[in-house]
């Protein structure tokens, strides 16, 4: 098993997509950046995790665009190899292939540091703002220099899909194996006001899937600290902050809260019945996926009633789980 940590090393980003989650334009101009101390604090202390708890650890950067803070996060590259990262991958437009010499200087640099795989932002969202050109030189780049890359495309009814456009790279992924995937866009961000709902992709009925993060923790410039990757984030997804409590009282917290649990086992649609059970009806319909619906969970103003209902369920199918027949029938009535 292994611990993920994902650093949103910048909130600053150098194009305006319409279906940014994080896209508003005084974040994008004037957001925060994390501190290089911070960046390596956070990757010492999950390394202590990880040698404590016997699991590997993985580090991610995301933003915003996290090569514009390209000499900063060299420097966590290096350290996060050096404390025993198992993989360390980031997210990137690719700005910074429009000149091909520079762009395989950077590659180069990246891998040589310790970079395990550079993920491409690559959809029409992206290309509306930095040419195909600028991104497959970027991508000759990482091939030249032989650092693995994946490529993420999030899609809408009025864009293109993944097959047209992973054409634009032309036979730059003839005989390599790349991760690509295909992602609905949420309504969430930017989204939410610039892209028509009308145009999103929705699932039929409500999506069931359990919360799929496994252990991971995600931190902000300012040390607030979530247990998933953005979809949803929401104020009662906030572990805490990891300036002032540290890594691993919020570990703690992720590894073993009865919310976390239930949204790792059970995934969000578990909580509809008990809205039901407490005269709340939610949609039965208009999810683009269990994050969507994740979100609609917990901002719901019924949820502090609700909670207590599904934890209530959830603890006694654990102690079943747990002890079956080995418990009699008065004990396990006394756990219930």
């Avoid at 611990?3 to 004037?30: A, F, Q, Y």
Wanted: proline residues 6%.
């Amino acid at each position: 098993m292994n611990i993920s940590l994902t650093l949103l090393v910048t909130e600053k980003c150098n194009i305006p997509c319409r279906h940014c989650l994080l896209g508003h334009k005084d974040l994008m101009k004037s957001g925060k950046d994390m501190p290089l101390k911070d960046a390596i604090s956070y990757v010492n202390q999950m390394a202590e995790i990880s040698a404590a708890e016997k699991m590997g650890f993985f580090v991610r950067f995301s933003g915003g665009e996290p090569l514009l803070r390209y000499p900063e996060i060299l420097e966590v590259i290096r350290y996060a190899r050096q404390k025993g990262a198992r993989e360390i991958g980031s997210m990137s437009n690719g700005f910074w292939g429009k000149d091909f010499e520079s762009a395989r200087r950077l590659a180069g640099e990246l891998k040589e540091a310790g970079l395990s795989s550079l993920c491409f932002s690559f959809d029409d969202f992206h290309q509306e703002h930095i040419p195909i050109s600028t991104v497959r030189k970027a991508i000759q780049a990482c091939c030249e220099t032989g650092l693995s890359y994946q490529i993420k495309c999030v899609v809408t009814k009025k864009t293109r899909r993944l097959p047209d456009v992973l054409a634009d790279l032309g036979d730059l992924l003839l005989n390599r194996s790349v991760v690509v995937q295909e992602i609905p866009c949420y309504p969430e961000g930017s989204a939410s006001t610039m892209l028509s709902p009308g145009d999103l992709f929705y699932e039929s009925g409500i999506p069931g899937q359990p919360c799929p993060t496994g252990l991971m923790l995600a931190v902000l410039p300012d040390g607030t600290t979530f247990p998933c990757c953005g979809a949803c984030w929401t104020h009662r997804l906030v572990m805490g902050n990891a300036k002032k409590e540290g890594l691993r009282a919020l570990f703690e917290k992720m590894r073993h809260g009865s919310l976390m649990h239930m949204l790792r086992e059970k995934g969000p649609s578990f909580f509809v019945p008990y809205y039901e059970q407490a005269g709340h009806q939610l949609p039965r319909e208009g999810y683009v996926s269990y994050c969507d619906l994740c979100r609609m969970v917990l901002t719901h103003p019924a949820f502090e009633k609700v909670e207590p209902l599904a934890a209530q369920v959830w603890r006694k199918e654990r102690v079943k789980k747990m002890f079956g027949n080995l418990l009699g029938e008065e004990i396990r009535t006394i756990f219930e």
